[in-house]
């Protein structure tokens, strides 16, 4: 039995699964929470000591519940633009810049203005690591100077491990405007940004996902129970890597994963340059793949903003009014929402859109605004789809992951929103399994990722649209659109009182 360690680094905590590549099953999963620090508006921080202590925790509970098996090799995914400022030895100068930590947005603006080529392949969103080192320089220039490092969670998680530093090139092609064609970082763009330290700050080599890090160092072996000679597996980004355990490896193939946020994922054969799409990242995950991105920043955290802060309701309450309002047709409550809570990722590409409740009367009750929610929530994610197809882009086939299965009220008006059929994922382990898949590889198990993922891929039923539902979502779209075209210029306008400066004071 060869046993394969997926690890996850997510925003609440660690989970880490036991994979058996023969079975091909999840043999054992046990987790550990770590906290969010929001000291001032639009500011979202992490203790790197934190993941490293939830990750012990985590790694010896598992290897307690499954009796101390010997591990092959691990592969670690975390979130995408977490950014560690840290010394040669790994010591943090400062708290991480968690992934919605949205700071640097005056940094983020002027890359807008910069005509270097890697700008086009989706510039530089104010959560990516170069803002945020743009950030670190303007405001915090002693930590900025003594960084020998400033790199991403991935990066400083696998360092702890194995004691070399080396980035993912899923994480530098798709958030470090690393060029994958020609192996090197565009130190002349980082200059014109005001930084052109970075690229000596960045990790030195760059380590395609599924390739070998290394084995444990002493400590790091010790610390998750585990012996010296487990092989490290370079991973990445923790959506991306579902992505092989989700077979969403073909040309048309799209991963939709809706939570807390949505993000849509698919691969191109050549390069297609799709407007308010991240991307195209060439050999970004697959050799000779484009990889493109789509999202919604804000999605089930705005049904539970409402459920919870608007509503004062527990679980159950919430349940129920998702049946409540699921007993009401599209578009009948004469509502018209935008999801824009925390800003726009695709297609306006805005952090500063906020969202908009239009059509309100006294005659309107919570179940007429859940229901209008739900459906501002798919209705952005078919306008993400309208942009794909908008280029040309075929979307084939869809597979579905993530917390949006509990609901069925917006999972069924996802599908019927989008007018395609979604395949759903019968479990929440995606991103476990996809670095299991990439540890595999590294173990020399599978020629490539792509075959890899053929044999980790697990899919459940089939999800189809309502043809009479469709074609009412195909008339909110175009109000849906027309809305954020008349509202997003004023709702874009930033409080004046946003704060965009220093560290508060302790």
């Known amino acids: 039995m060869t046993l394969l360690l997926g690890l996850d680094f997510g925003t609440g905590g660690v989970r880490a699964g036991l994979y058996d590549l023969h079975s091909h099953k999840l043999v054992q999963v046990a987790e550990a929470p770590y906290t969010t620090q929001y000291p001032q508006?639009?500011?979202?921080?992490?203790?790197?000591?934190d993941w490293w202590s939830a990750l012990g925790k985590?790694?010896?509970?598992?290897?307690?519940?499954?009796?101390?098996?010997?591990?092959?090799?691990?592969c670690v995914a975390t979130t995408a633009s977490t950014v560690v400022a840290a010394q040669a030895d790994g010591q943090p100068l400062a708290p991480a810049l968690l992934w919605m930590d949205c700071r640097a947005a005056v940094e983020s603006a002027r890359t807008a203005h910069i005509s270097h080529p890697m700008m086009n392949q989706g510039g530089d969103a104010v959560e990516w690591l170069v803002p945020k080192a743009m950030w670190l320089a303007e405001h915090e220039p002693e930590v900025y100077r003594r960084a020998a490092r400033i790199c991403e969670a991935v990066d400083w998680i696998n360092f702890q491990l194995t004691g070399r530093w080396v980035a993912s090139q899923l994480n530098a092609s798709c958030k470090w405007n690393y060029d994958t064609q020609q192996q090197r970082f565009p130190v002349e763009l980082y200059a014109e940004?005001?930084?052109?330290?970075?690229?000596?700050?960045?990790?030195?080599e760059v380590i395609k996902v599924g390739g070998r890090i290394g084995p444990l160092t002493f400590d790091a072996a010790n610390h998750l129970g585990l012996s010296r000679d487990t092989l490290v597996a370079q991973g990445g980004i923790d959506a991306h890597m579902a992505m092989l355990s989700a077979g969403t490896t073909g040309a048309g193939e799209l991963l939709f994963i809706g939570g807390t946020s949505v993000v849509q994922l698919m691969h191109t054969p050549k390069r297609i340059d799709v407007p308010g799409i991240w991307g195209p990242y060439p050999d970004a995950l697959l050799d000779g793949q484009w990889?493109?991105?789509?999202?919604?920043?804000?999605?089930?955290?705005?049904?539970?903003?409402?459920a919870q802060k608007m509503f004062g309701l527990d679980d159950a309450g919430h349940q129920q009014l998702i049946r409540q309002a699921g007993a009401l047709q599209p578009g009948s409550t004469g509502l018209l929402v935008l999801d824009y809570w925390m800003g726009n990722r695709t297609p306006y590409r805005?952090?500063?859109?906020?969202?908009?409740?239009?059509?309100?009367?006294?005659?309107?009750?919570?179940?007429?605004?859940?229901?209008?929610?739900?459906?501002?929530?798919?209705?952005?994610?078919?306008?993400?789809?309208?942009t794909w197809r908008n280029e040309g882009i075929e979307i084939t086939r869809v597979v579905a992951a993530g917390g949006f299965q509990k609901n069925p009220l917006w999972l069924q008006a996802t599908v019927d929103a989008t007018g395609v059929p979604f395949e759903m994922v019968p479990?929440?382990?995606?991103?476990?399994?996809?670095?299991?898949?990439?540890a595999a590889c590294a173990l020399g198990e599978f020629t490539d990722l792509q075959q890899a993922a053929t044999a980790f891929t697990t899919v459940g039923r089939l999800i189809e649209p309502d043809p009479y539902a469709h074609e009412q979502y195909i008339e909110l779209l175009g109000r849906y659109r027309a809305a954020t075209d008349s509202v997003a210029p004023i709702s874009c306008k930033p409080p004046a009182n946003r704060v965009l400066g220093v560290r508060p004071a302790a």
């Open 41 to 49: 508006l639009g500011w979202a921080e992490q203790a790197p000591a």
């Open 291 to 306: 990889l493109m991105e789509g999202g919604q920043v804000s999605a089930g955290s705005i049904l539970n903003w409402l």
């Open 193 to 204: 940004l005001g930084i052109p330290e970075l690229a000596q700050k960045l990790p030195p």
């Open 350 to 386: 805005s952090p500063d859109m906020r969202g908009a409740i239009m059509g309100l009367s006294l005659n309107h009750d919570r179940h007429d605004l859940y229901r209008a929610s739900v459906e501002a929530i798919a209705l952005g994610s078919a306008n993400i789809f309208h």
């Open 58 to 74: 985590a790694c010896r509970q598992l290897m307690s519940q499954a009796g101390h098996p010997q591990v092959a090799a691990v």
């Open 427 to 438: 479990h929440d382990n995606l991103t476990l399994i996809g670095t299991a898949a990439a």
